[in-house]
């Protein structure tokens, strides 16, 4: 992931429009992360305070950053620290002959940009577990390999993400942050290239003159992560790549151990090791996640294939997938009242896709619009037959009218549907329904999933 500040909307102001797609690109790949579900996240930064040989492995019990720097004081990101992961990495990378410090050890400071920027999305997107932050020796160490393997070890048999902070040449226009330099747009575009190929080797051994002309900070803390997976190309893709600023911007997933083909059954072990509760609700999050990838797909017309999930959120039901405006103003909504795929998350998947391609009362969702759209999940209790009116409740129940050949939907809890009467007369509305003649109903009880 970039870690560029304005990136973030609420500090790119008028110039968000302008890295719109990064921003998106973000929120895609951090609610992959929130997805999977890690025990621990481990997050490598160009920026983090450096030793000249040493590997800093942050020890603390928590993380905080804010965006003062970039006048905006208000938007801070707060994550747990992961103690006993910083010092089973503070081991196994002492094995490997590689000297380590303490960056709490130093000052008690707030995270830096690099750290910061990933981490906000991260966290938007759910993710509220133990986070390791860990500082970049001084380049030329040539021990990121090494470094990488140790991460590998450390998690043992835990599932554990690593996140590599990094933008690309600093030189690709004029007015650029590190100047101008033609062939700047060379490395970019041979790092890109390599990704989308399936090369991670190759990405991260750039010809050393075009790396050191290019002024990046993506090698070194990408090196680690794809040594912490092997080298391993599972379900890598390059989600978006741009420079509207001079500073190219990339975001990637470069191993997705649940990528399609694959098995899962860390999912059955994480349900018993967290209990059902813990379990569940994580399971809700990635159920967002799934929706919000899904419709980042559709926007870009590229295939997406629904991750597996542990029970109970396994089996499949009805569903509805509601987009909304930052007004609040319905942008999208289609569902199906029983299941039409085996598993709930290619449901939710479905039906995000069709909310945001598919409904006729609005075009199809933009990727320049996406990142400041949320989304619904509406998950559907099997109907029950309605003889008496009495029983409905315009808050609590959905309702399914229907006459013949035609039906209409109308979800409960919708702002301006007071009434069972506003309700069925919205629904019947909906479904084309002839008023003079009697209807059908049914009450359908509904679990709703939102983003923050």
């Known amino acids: 992931m970039c870690h560029a500040p304005i990136v973030i909307p609420a500090i790119a ?27 621990v996240l481990v997050i490598i930064s160009p920026h983090a305070p450096r030793h000249p040989q040493h590997w800093g492995i942050a020890d603390g019990a928590a993380l905080h950053g804010d965006f003062s720097r970039f006048g905006q004081p208000g938007v ?19 094995r490997r002959g590689l000297g380590t410090w303490s960056p709490e050890a130093d ?69 650029a942050p590190a100047g101008f330099d033609p062939r700047a747009r060379e490395f970019d575009a041979g790092f890109v290239k390599s990704l989308e190929g399936g090369d991670l080797r190759l990405a991260c051994s750039p010809p050393p003159e075009l ?52 098995q899962d ?13 813990g379990s569940v609700e994580r399971g809700k999050r990635a159920l967002l996640a799934v929706a919000r990838e899904a419709v980042d797909a559709q926007t870009r017309r590229a295939n997406y294939v629904a991750p597996t999930l542990p029970p109970p959120l396994a089996d499949s039901c009805g569903v509805f997938v509601t987009l909304r405006e930052s007004s609040g103003a319905l942008r999208g909504c289609i569902g199906h009242m029983q299941a ?80 069972v009467e506003d309700q069925l007369r919205i629904a019947g509305d909906k479904g084309g329904l002839p008023r003079d003649e009697p209807w059908a109903v049914h009450r359908f009880e509904v679990e709703k999933l939102a983003e923050r």
């Open 13 to 39: 102001g008028a110039r968000a429009a302008q890295c719109a797609s990064t921003t998106q690109a973000m929120r895609t790949v951090a609610a992959s992360i929130a997805a999977r579900r890690p025990d």
């Open 76 to 94: 801070s990101v707060d994550l747990p620290g992961a103690p006993a992961a910083s010092a089973k990495l503070t081991e196994a990378a002492q």
């Open 107 to 175: 000052a008690h400071r707030a995270l830096d940009h690099g750290t910061a920027v990933p981490l906000h999305f991260v966290a938007e997107a759910g993710y509220a577990g133990p986070t390791l932050l860990v500082c970049l020796p001084y380049p030329g160490s040539d021990t990121e390999e090494r470094f990488g393997e140790a991460i590998t070890e450390a998690s043992g048999d835990e599932r554990w993400a690593v996140l590599a902070s990094g933008d690309m040449s600093h030189r690709l226009q004029e007015g």
């Open 211 to 262: 790396q050191e002309l290019a002024a990046e900070d993506v090698v070194d803390s990408t090196r680690v992560a794809a040594a912490a997976s092997g080298y391993l190309q599972r379900g890598m893709r390059v989600v978006h790549y741009e420079g509207p600023f001079g500073v190219g911007y990339c975001e990637a997933i470069l191993h997705d151990h649940e990528a399609p083909g694959t």
């Open 265 to 277: 059954a860390q999912d059955a072990q994480d349900a018993q090791r967290e209990g059902a509760d």
């Open 340 to 419: 039409q795929h085996a598993t709930l998350a290619a449901e939710v998947a479905d039906c995000a896709r069709s909310a945001a391609s598919s409904d006729p009362r609005f075009p199809p969702v933009s990727i320049e619009e996406l990142p400041q759209l949320s989304i619904e999940i509406s998950l559907l209790a099997a109907p029950e037959r309605v003889h008496d009116l009495s029983t409905l409740d315009a808050r609590r129940y959905g309702v399914l009218v229907s006459h013949g050949g035609r039906r209409g939907v109308l979800l409960p809890d919708i702002q301006g549907v007071d009434t």
